[in-house]
């Protein structure tokens, strides 16, 4: 049964074996289906709310909202992170693909942190 957002994906005209690893895949061919599958996720017009079901449930494996697993990993620890603050974890808009997307995330949540200048510090 898929949801009604699902239906509207950019994924479910095409073969979807680029979002799932098969058994015993080198890393080369990896990074490869990887970056194929984020291509297709990044025109997608439902992939925030896939990423948001993915992070939800949370699915295992596969890409999704044009994520891997493992960054989702970091997503949903970025967000734990955030909530433990006692604030609304920022919500970033999901850029897909590389390590200087994910450092422009970790910017915009160090930019929403109290600053701690000036505080003293007990001994
Ligand atoms: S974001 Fe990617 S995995 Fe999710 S529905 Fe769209 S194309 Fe499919």
Known sequence: M???WQERGSC???DA???FAPDSERIREREKREAAAKRVCEECPVRQQCLEHALALPEQFGI???LTELER???SR???GAAGTGRAPVVVPIRIGSQR???FADTQAQAQQPSREGTEVAA
């Open 2 to 4: 898929k949801l009604g």
């Open 12 to 14: 479910q005209s095409g």
């Open 17 to 19: 074996s680029a979002f």
């Open 64 to 66: 999704w909202g044009g």
């Open 73 to 75: 990993a970091d997503e």
């Open 78 to 80: 970025r967000r734990r």
């Open 101 to 103: 997307d994910r450092g």
